[in-house]
T-cell receptor, first 113, second 119 residues
Framework: QKEVEQNSGPLSVPEGAIASLNCTYS??????FFWYRQYSGKSPELIMF????GDKEDGRFTAQLNKASQYVSLLIRDSQPSDSATYLC?????????????FGAGTRLFVKA | SAVISQKPSRDICQRGTSLTIQCQVD?????MFWYRQQPGQSLTLIAT?????????ESGFVIDKFPISRPNLTFSTLTVSNMSPEDSSIYLC????????????????FGPGTRLTVL
């Protein structure tokens, strides 16, 4: 069973700080990696994707991928109260018949004003 | 990006009854996915629905309990049959779209979800 593991949190950071969210995955053949944000009572929405080792920056968000360690992270700089949500790590892996996206359980983030 | 609607948005049902959830997409898509998200849990894939063929179910989910229809490229239904309180959950449909012309990787878009409570 291919797995995606996240610390469920909650992770609490003060406004303006850096929030660091981590994710590990079990399938070494995984191809693509995603971070989704889910506000309470809402559907998940994609905020970042990465498929090459290293860092990828988009505004206040940086995704980091280390395939050798099977580790992907999301950094949120200058955290805002509006960033308070659950962040889902998702990994796209190959199964018989095609690719499938597996979601982690999510990390709840609270940004305190 | 795909826009997805679901009906109903929420329902409260009695044990032993069935509920059919509808999912409508504003564009034609090859594959549609049905997920379940129980309180405080992540998304669990129930099945993948391709137009014109039988749905592919994940381990732990069976067609008799969760029959799926996919009559065309913009619509699908999921039925939760013979419900029990353990079926209380949010049910989400989703579709994939390529993030770029290179097709790698695909982004998933989710519908607003159907919140089901079984008494």
């Amino acid at each position: 069973q291919k797995e995606v593991e996240q610390n469920s949190g909650p992770l609490s950071v003060p406004e303006g700080a850096i929030a660091s969210l981590n994710c590990t995955y079990s399938d070494r053949g995984s191809q693509s990696f995603f971070w989704y944000r889910q506000y309470s009572g809402k559907s998940p929405e994609l905020i970042m994707f990465i498929y090459s080792n290293g860092d990828k920056e988009d505004g206040r968000f940086t995704a980091q991928l280390n395939k050798a360690s099977q580790y992907v992270s999301l950094l949120i700089r200058d955290s805002q109260p509006s960033d308070s949500a659950t962040y889902l790590c998702a990994v796209n892996s190959y199964y018989t018949g095609g690719f499938k996206t597996i979601f982690g359980a999510g990390t709840r983030l609270f940004v305190k004003a | 990006s795909a826009v997805i609607s679901q009906k109903p948005s929420r329902d409260i049902c009695q044990r032993g009854t069935s509920l059919t959830i509808q999912c409508q997409v504003d564009s034609q898509v090859t594959m549609m996915f049905w997920y379940r998200q129980q309180p405080g849990q992540s998304l669990t894939l129930i099945a993948t629905a391709n137009q014109g063929s039988e749905a592919t179910y994940e381990s732990g989910f069976v067609i008799d309990k969760f029959p799926i229809s996919r009559p065309n490229l913009t619509f699908s239904t999921l039925t939760v049959s013979n419900m029990s309180p353990e079926d209380s959950s949010i049910y989400l449909c989703s579709v994939e779209e390529a993030l770029s012309r290179s097709q790698v990787p695909n982004e998933q878009f989710f519908g607003p979800g159907t919140r089901l409570t079984v008494l």
